[in-house]
């Protein structure tokens, strides 16, 4: 195929230029037809012409650049690809219309053959001087002023409809524009008392206040950060390998609180981008910079630190430029962008912006990998900081009194008696200097005060979620097992999940468990467990687990440096762990100071001061000065020794206890991943072909020359993320304020006026009403005011319209496009399964906190978790955290959620701006029979039946009402109650069947009526709920 170069147009000419072989152009269109390049060309190059005829020089063919005019107009050997008025001098038009195969363009091997209609605008767009414009999103924002009188949205649109010969369809009744406007601002239905007093409220501005009251809804700013959510790429896990959770939910919290305070967007996007660079960041502003810590990371064996580095400032680079300014620059990583504007230098300038991450490039899947932030509330931070106060106060007086006190080494004597010793190694904490090491590489789960309260004290050691759980003591202090020693642990196992088997071992040890023998199915293995010692107790309750130190492999005063626990396959909790037995005081280096000084054979133990390392090192033969002795001596006493004097050992017992209380309070605190930088910048260079390990030329962080120039806080310094996110939201800027407010647009109307709404480039679709746009975009940025602007969208009559229309008129427009029709679609995958939770009464409302593991059907996880993953296994929630919104439902990237990606949510590995709709038959099932939703339908019956009335017609009313926000029509009200009774009758013969639809789910029925009558609405229920206007938002 010949590349459409100067020689190829010339020859051209000579093969082609008869007039028999040339395509007779198209009947002119009427002369009225202006032709835009932005609105009518562009698109067709952009498809068509610019990957081989564009802005990436090394894909260029032929030399010949079509999206600018100093490309197109060249003369070259006396011919020119494009002659502004003169179609047929013009060698692209005559390569066009060409019959020749090798000459056409565009090739035919391309599968991009224009369309007659195509071909006569192009030769329109010629024949009338062939002007080009800049793309038009980088265009500067043109603010007209509103086409007509009334609401200005609506003024833009009717100017269209006029033009388009459409009328709009009237405005939708006040149940339809309540429903409308609650689904839209919370995600949620109205309440009946809602919709009530909506409609008893003759005020001309009652409508308006319905809005204000939604806008001031906490449900609000969950709405909203759920669509935010998706363009963040949130999630709960890392994404890879392991696939660990991660300590991320405080910035989708933060997020929705954002939304909910109505943060100004152009703070709102400063926070996320640089909120670690303003002046004295809040602990909010940092959080805000999970942003950038959303991306998938992993630690996998193998991979190596450089490209995992450089892949982590591609995702972030990326995900800005898409999220903020709708650019695709993520496409110019291996070469210049063959489309838009942005060079491959250019695209390595935006990443050096996020190059120098302080973050590790292989985080190990460490849930909390630093960067990383506590965020207390005022009163959790206040205390903290007494808890931390009483402990150093009570080490104070431990350390002061051990210093005064007086001691003397017990005597070596044949007959001296043996006493009584309580090694803890855990309880509320582990001792004093220990550190923990486990499998899923995260810090211990310790759990505060459990629902089933702890056995000893108020914390308490939890195992869980995988293949097998281990977490490993290491002991500061000597462990000598006692002489006689028994080993004693409380156990309490998760009746909902109970381990298959729990292990034990000390260092130097034997392993052994208690369990059931594995089979086939277990989620244990035989090998590796050790010696069976016997069966697990009964789940539900705190139960002693003990045995002799002799059968764990320890024999008297046996030197122990660590213990290692271990469950297999299910949930356990540990507490008041301990060794007990007899000691030789004069033998034991926990009672005898010179024992433990000689033990140490010169080596400093951990937390020892650094004052003391000399006499350490030096021991008691070589006699070291007698205030250093006294110095190691009081050390001793105070945290080695086993209470050596009775205030001591009381002190002891205050310290340990002030421990806990401290440990307590930080449990209280959660933690987010954060983004900093490094102290020095790292350099950064182009990799060639997007290599990690090709650097090309050094880069200095910058912007594309397409755009309005980078201005700098300090020019004589390096540029910043903050510097960026000024830009970004500048008033110079033409990307920003019309993204966001397409953005927004789309989220409300179901499309946006630009339907690519995450792709401003010249592969996305050009607005289809850009007047309108421009208008949005400057009064958008005009305040930031995201809860003016999104009033001012919902209070359009465009948003208010019936979105009802006759066949014939939904044809002229069948996207609603033009907008002649109110907004109708789907209700996205979390509205689906709160609608069902609203109205049925089971919704918890509580915000905030941890993802919570909802209904799942089984071995979703498990088939693609590893053995030593924190979420091996799926471990469902019960009780309220069942039934808590969608938003905080637990997103585990290799695995999400069934019911939210079976209704077309992301899994979060990259940025989505705009979800599909799909229709399948899975859809209908999980509607129909899936346990959260079958659940609700029963818990809705009950509510009917206690709600609703006495009489049939009374009780299909208010289900009408609470699940459609309208009464039922004397149809419908027939065909319900005939439903009615055949389900009556169903199940009056099935009274077993009735009692296991009356059971479904986790929720206690109510005792309604009976229950093959609670069954018979049930199925009511459920069918309302399967309703297409009941899983639309209308």
Known sequence: MKPLCVTALLACVVS???????????????????????????????????????????????????????????????????????????????????????????????????????????????????????????????????????????????????????????????????????????????????????????????????????????????????????????????GLHLDNERQMWKYRDWVVKAFNDNLPFDKFATYQLAGDLLPNPTSEQLTATGFSRCNVTTGEGGSIDAEWRYRNAVDRASTATQAFLGLTAGCAVCHDHKFDPISIKEYYSLYAFFYSGADPALDSNVSTTGPFVKVPTPAQQAALEAAAKAEAGARKALEEAAAKAEYTDPAATPDAPAVAVREVLLDDTFPAGATSSNTTRNAADWVTAPAFGAKSGRRVLRQANTFFHQDTIQFRNPLRAPAGARFEAWVYLDPKQPPGAVTVQFAGGKKVWWGQEPTAESPYARGGLGTRVGDLPKPG??????????????????????????????????????????????????????????????????????????????????????????????????????????????????????????????????????????????????????????????????VPAALPPLKLADPSKRATRLDLANWITSPENPLAARVAANRLWQQFFGVGLVKTSSDFGSQGEPPSHPELLDWLAGEYRSSWDTKKFVKLLVTSDAFKRDAAQPPAVRLKDPENRLLSRGPRFRLDAEQLRDNALFVSGLMSHEMGGRGVNVYQPPNIWEPVGYADSNTRYYLQDHGAALYRRSLYVFIKRTAPAPFLTNFDATNREQLCAGRDRTNTPLQALQLMNDVQHFEAARALAERVLTEGGKEVEERIAFLYRTVLSRRPDAEEVKLVAAALERQRELFAANPVGAKKVVHAGESKPKGAAADAEVAAWTMIANLVLNLDEAVSRN
């Open 16 to 238: 082609v230029g008869r007039a028999e072989d040339v395509k007779k152009p198209a009947p002119a269109a009427p002369a009225t037809r202006t032709i835009e390049f932005n609105r009518d060309v562009r698109p067709i190059f952009s498809d068509a012409c610019f990957a081989c005829h564009g802005f990436d020089p090394k894909a260029r063919k032929g030399k010949l650049r079509l999206d600018v005019p100093d490309g197109a107009f060249a003369e070259r050997d006396g011919a020119f690809p494009i002659k502004p008025g003169a179609p047929n001098a013009s060698e692209v038009w005559k390569r066009i219309v060409t019959d020749d195969a090798d000459s056409v363009m565009p090739p035919p091997h391309t599968n991009k053959k224009l369309t007659a209609t195509q071909k006569e605008t192009i030769r329109l767009w010629i024949e009338q001087g062939a002007k080009y414009q800049k793309h038009w999103s980088f265009e500067p924002v043109a603010r007209q002023s509103a086409p007509g009188a009334g609401h200005p949205v609506d003024a833009f649109i009717r100017a269209r409809l006029e033009k388009e010969g459409l009328k709009p369809t009237a405005e939708a009744d006040r149940e339809t524009l309540i429903r409308r406007v609650s689904f839209a601002l919370t995600g949620l239905p109205p309440t009946v008392a809602e919709v009530d007093a909506f409609l008893a409220d003759k005020a001309g501005n009652a409508y308006e206040k319905m809005v204000d009251r939604y806008l001031a809804n906490p449900r609000f700013g969950e709405e909203m950060a759920r669509h935010w959510l998706d363009v963040a790429r949130y999630a709960d896990t890392h």
């Open 541 to 702: 309750s705190w139960a002693q687990l003990a045995l002799n130190a002799e059968d764990l492999g320890l024999k008297g005063e046996q030197p122990a440096p660590s213990l290692t626990l271990q469950e297999h396959g299910g949930v356990v909790y540990w507490d008041a762990v301990a060794l007990t037995g007899t000691s030789n005081p004069a033998t034991d280096p926990r009672t005898s100071f010179q024992v433990w000084w000689k033990g140490l054979n010169g080596k400093a133990p951990p937390g020892l001061p650094a004052g003391l390392n000399a006499v350490v090192a030096a021991g008691p033969a070589k006699n070291p000065k007698a205030e250093d002795v006294a110095k190691l001596r009081a050390y001793y006493l105070a945290h080695v020794a086993r209470g050596a004097t009775p205030a001591l050992a009381n002190l002891q017992r205050e310290w340990e206890a002030a421990r806990a209380e401290h440990a307590v309070a930080a449990d209280a605190i959660p933690g987010t991943m954060v983004f900093r930088d490094l102290p020095v910048p790292r350099d950064s260079f182009v990799m060639l072909r997007g290599q990690y390990d090709k650097p090309g030329d050094k880069v200095q962080p910058g």
